[in-house]
């Protein structure tokens, strides 16, 4: 089961990295900006120590997403089955 949600995960992640919604995509563009403005201010060092932040922060969230998503399609399954089970 575990591959089969891993596999549904990576197809998933596909599809949401080719299809952003309008809002998403400005949220980006805000992100990207702030960033910008932050590295105009920060010193080499600083900028390393911020990249190095950004390696682990999105590392973490990566199994934090991958966890919640395992976590819905098992519940949905529950649910669904216990839908149909129901006398």
Known sequence: MIKELDDLWENYLIEAILHKSDAE???QKQ???DENALREKLTKEQIALLEEYDKSFFAVNSFIEKRAFFKGVKFTTRFLFEALCED
Do not use: I, R
């Open 25 to 27: 995509v400005e949220a």
């Open 31 to 33: 992100w990207a900006t």
